[in-house]
């Protein structure tokens, strides 16, 4: 009791609080960045009982929506490059263009392994995502189904290969994906690291046996799964596919999460920050209906880290400097330990050129994050049928 009364004696009892404080929302930063996440370049898939003796027949699944030439001539010519013996691609074109269609359906004669259907777009009846991969899957001959998107693209010809040693071990395979860049170097690093960070967050997740949620550029689950769930649930949403039917359907069983360079899946950048913002309002609509603990995850980190530089900050300004020193070593230290874990799990996923930046999203990331939060607090009309 005389030491505690002779420290606060010397620094008052708001030095000795703000320093608890201090202490404290380091602890929780320490969590998540020293343990948790540390999961993420300590996991190894090869740790899981094989549920199959050998890789499975593949289909892998995109729903096209309009007339993206693109995609039809640079992209979709690329995903028949995979090095792998058995395997599908299956694109449902949404649209009226009876001449784009005729084009992609002749493409099966270069292509043996392309199947393609059409579904005529109607505005008076909007066809979602989850209708259009509905009848991907039926028209599909394999029972692992993976899924893409016309905008995006696999890193390497080896993708199909390592996503089906995650099939060999569960029923629903989760990726990482990563956005291209563009032409604002600020504005594309803090957009591509707030999806990594979110990256994070779900990928640990499924790691703790806690899927709720995958890329929708790269994830996949097979046949079985999808019957006994009868499909995709929350039909009122165009959304949801990639994380609300995924969370649903592993809530007994456990998901396969494949972490390499190999598996990355590259995402074209079709615009600058209003671009990313409309985008990530529109996919973040189902944000609310995550299990709690998902959510308080997520909140937690950014909460912390908020709170802990607002206190280091103020101590550094206000306290004895005994304290200021104490306060900066935390802030070091834990800059440190976020910067080597942050290093890791960017090799470990793939995600390259991110350290050097770092700091601006270490300060600015979490107002992004909280500016998303406000603005879904409004509902996106876009979202629901």
């Known amino acids: 009791m005389q030491t505690i009364d002779t420290i606060v004696e010397s620094y008052g009892w708001q030095g000795v609080a703000l320093t608890f404080i201090a202490l404290v929302l380091f602890g929780i930063q320490f969590y998540y960045y020293g343990i948790a996440y540390r999961h993420i370049y300590r996991y190894r898939m090869n740790r ?16 096209l929506y309009g007339e993206n030439r693109e995609f039809v001539e640079e992209r979709l010519p690329r995903l028949f490059e995979q090095d792998y013996p058995d395997y599908e691609v299956v694109v449902v074109y949404v649209g009226a263009d009876c001449e784009f269609y005729e084009n992609l359906r002749l493409m099966s004669g270069s292509y043996a392994n392309l199947s393609t259907t ?41 993708w199909i290969t390592y996503m089906a040693c995650g099939f060999e071990r569960a029923q629903v395979v989760l990726a990482y994906s990563s956005l291209t860049r563009g032409g604002n170097r600020l504005a594309d690093y803090l957009t591509r690291m707030v999806e990594f960070h979110q990256a994070e967050d779900w990928i640990v997740g499924a790691i703790d046996n806690r899927p709720y949620c995958s890329a929708r550029t790269n994830f996949g689950f097979t046949r079985k799964v999808y019957d006994k769930a009868r499909g995709f649930n929350h039909l009122n949403m165009n959304i949801g596919h990639n994380d609300l039917f995924i969370e649903s359907v592993t809530r007994k069983r456990r998901a396969a999460v494949v972490m390499s360079p190999h598996t990355i899946v ?14 990530m309002r529109y996919y973040g609509s189902s944000y609310s209906l995550y299990p709690r603990a998902a959510r308080n995850f997520s909140e937690w980190e950014n909460g912390s880290r908020l709170l802990f530089f607002a206190v280091v900050v103020t101590a550094m300004v206000c306290l004895p400097h005994e304290l200021k020193i104490v306060a900066a070593l935390l802030l070091l230290l834990r800059y440190a330990v976020v910067l080597y874990t942050t290093r890791k799990v960017s090799q470990r996923l793939g995600e390259r ?33």
Do not use: C
């Open 48 to 63: 899981r009982f094989k549920q199959r003796s050998q890789q499975p027949p593949v289909s892998v699944i995109v729903a």
């Open 118 to 158: 059409q579904i005529k777009a109607d505005s008076r009846f909007p066809i979602s995502v989850k209708m259009a991969l509905n009848l991907g899957i039926k028209l599909a001959h394999n029972d692992s189904l993976l899924f893409t998107t016309p905008d995006a693209m696999p890193r390497d010809n080896e």
């Open 266 to 279: 590259d995402e074209t950048r079709w615009g600058g920050m209003r671009w990313w913002w409309k985008r």
């Open 353 to 385: 050129g991110i350290l050097s930046l770092y700091w601006i999203y270490d300060i600015f990331g979490v107002w992004i994050h909280y500016a998303l939060r406000l603005s879904l607090l409004r509902k996106n009309p876009d979202v629901w049928r």
